[in-house]
């Protein structure tokens, strides 16, 4: 009886700690295993890695911006990022993983998301990826270099709200092109939006520590 109980605080420890980073990503794996769906996400206080094949664009534009959330501590904590936004896009063997540090007895725990590998592309429209450190080779397509961030017209318009959390100047730098081709991508990123994001093959997994990571 006292294993059992011990058993389960240790459970429940896990859960309180998890529950803020995690949660919103998990959701996107159980919903979106069903089909497509409108998805608004972001893993607060913690930055997440993403790894693809490619990813192939239209529509795109990218600006700078300024993410605002909370730490795991509960203090606020605002991130400098790139936002890369695209009308549509397909991208081919997505990685995604966060890891939840320090968690009391169990220690670091990794939540991977896979999907878009068995031949058939995740699919986006409408997509946000708030990018802090990104590698990939990139072709441009009818690319437009130095447009104020409120003047696009190739790709999504600026997108600075409260609902997301995100501050950006429309007279700001950015750049737009008609369609963009990334392959070997590797990225950091704070958070991701999308009006509709469709996931083939979805697998999800968490594991102790950070080996899972996508890299």
Same mark, same amino acid.
């Given at each position: ?35 497509? @769906?409108? =998805?608004?996400?972001?893993?607060? +206080?913690?930055?997440?890695? $993403?790894? /693809?094949?490619?990813? &192939? ?76 450190? @990104?590698? =990939?080779?990139?072709?441009?397509? +009818?690319?437009?270099?130095? $447009?104020? /961030?409120?003047?696009? &017209? ?62």
């Amino acid at each position: 009886m006292e294993s059992q109980v011990r058993g389960g605080t240790r459970w429940k420890r896990f859960a309180v700690v998890m529950v803020p980073s995690v949660a919103a990503t998990a959701c996107i794996g159980v919903a979106l295993a069903q089909g497509a @769906l409108a =998805a608004s996400f972001s893993v607060s +206080g913690q930055s997440f890695k $993403v790894t /693809a094949d490619q990813l &192939n664009g239209k529509g795109f534009s990218q600006y700078g911006a300024i993410d605002t959330g909370y730490t795991l501590s509960g203090d606020q904590a605002m991130h400098p990022v790139a936002v890369s936004a695209f009308n549509s896009a397909e991208i081919t063997k997505m990685c995604q993983s966060v890891v939840t540090p320090n968690i009391p007895i169990i220690g670091s725990v990794t939540l991977r998301l896979e999907a878009g590998g068995g031949g058939t592309p995740v699919k986006a429209e409408n997509l946000y990826i708030d990018v802090e450190d @990104l590698e =990939a080779n990139a072709v441009f397509h +009818g690319i437009d270099i130095g $447009v104020a /961030a409120g003047s696009f &017209n190739k790709g999504p318009k600026v997108k600075s709200d409260e609902i997301t959390g995100k501050k950006a100047n429309p007279y700001g730098f950015g750049q737009q092109a008609d369609s963009v081709e990334l392959s070997k991508v590797k990225q950091t990123a704070w958070a991701t939006t999308a009006g509709t994001f469709e996931l083939s093959g979805l697998s999800m997994k968490l594991s102790k520590g950070t080996g899972a990571e996508c890299y």
